[in-house]
């Protein structure tokens, strides 16, 4: 289980395959196995390192002093250096992406490729940033999340039409369900407030490189909804690719179109680097 420690805690991650290097970045409330279609294949090709957030799945709590969204983008360029990663193509969903075109903007010698799924890097409009806010103080005071909490957080993450009953929507509803106290208080709901309360990077998206960034949104992400995405899509001048039955967690409502449109893009990126 390799762990890295940076900010005195321990950032949990996997490495697996050769190759050119990919970092996956996953969303909040998820911890690395949203990607477990995309390690399998693209490892058998890539360098494949996926990350657990701070207080998701097998990290550590989120380190004391660590406020913003750049604090996570600084951490994820540590782990770069420790792993020895000159360069790498990130694939950033949800706040993985809002760290990641961090990351791409601070040091875009170490970025070879950037997708942006299933994000926006946007403020959070005010009335769904108090929204969110007015859930995560509910869990706070009560240390879980409550089943009637579920019944709303659950489905925000999934395509209108999933059966509820499929193991995908049963088993991230027990893991919400399972979450101790103490990380829910640590981590959880602070890592949820740096998250939703971003300030706003569209400004500078057209820094961003046009030909080495993709767009990527489930054609029917509720939190994220395409007209984000393809908003930010004409900021950069990049193109917007809409991957269709899916929702939020696009790598596993339709992993076999995420995956190949990675390796698409993952082909032309080092084709032109070689």
């Not at 990919?22 to 279609?37: E, F, H, R």
């Not at 657990?52 to 004391?64: F, I, M, N």
């Not at 893991?175 to 709901?189: C, D, F, G, T």
Request: charged share 20%; aromatic share 8%; proline share 8%.
């Amino acid at each position: 289980m390799p762990l890295f420690t940076i900010d005195g805690q321990a950032l949990h991650y996997t490495d697996q395959g050769t190759g050119p290097a990919v970092l996956l970045a996953g969303s909040y409330l998820w911890d690395q196995a949203m990607w477990a279609p995309q390690i399998a294949a693209l490892s058998a090709h890539y360098r494949v390192i996926a990350l657990d957030l701070w207080g998701h799945g097998q990290s550590g709590p989120l380190p004391e002093g660590t406020t913003s969204l750049d604090d996570i983008a600084r951490q994820a360029q540590a782990l770069f250096d420790h792993l020895e990663i000159d360069r790498v193509t990130l694939v950033g969903l949800s706040v993985g992406g809002m760290w990641g075109a961090r990351l791409a903007l601070s040091a875009p010698q170490r970025i070879n490729g950037l997708v942006l799924m299933d994000t926006y890097v946007g403020v959070e409009p005010e009335p769904t940033r108090q929204y969110y806010f007015s859930l995560f103080k509910q869990i706070e005071d009560s240390g879980a999340i409550p089943e009637p909490l579920l019944d709303i957080v659950v489905p925000i993450f999934f395509r209108p039409g999933i059966d509820p009953q499929s193991a995908l929507y049963q088993n991230f509803r027990a893991n919400l369900a399972a979450l101790p106290s103490e990380r829910l208080r640590q981590s959880i709901v602070p890592m949820g407030r740096i998250t939703f309360s971003r300030d706003d990077l569209l400004p500078r998206l057209g820094e961003l490189n046009p030909a080495t960034t993709l767009v990527l949104c489930g054609d029917q992400d509720k939190p994220r909804p395409p007209s984000e995405a393809q908003e930010m899509a004409e900021l950069i001048g990049c193109p917007c690719v809409l991957v269709p039955e899916a929702g939020h967690i696009s790598s596993l409502e339709n992993p076999e179109f995420v995956t190949e449109v990675l390796f698409t893009f993952l082909a032309e990126r080092n084709s032109q680097r070689s």
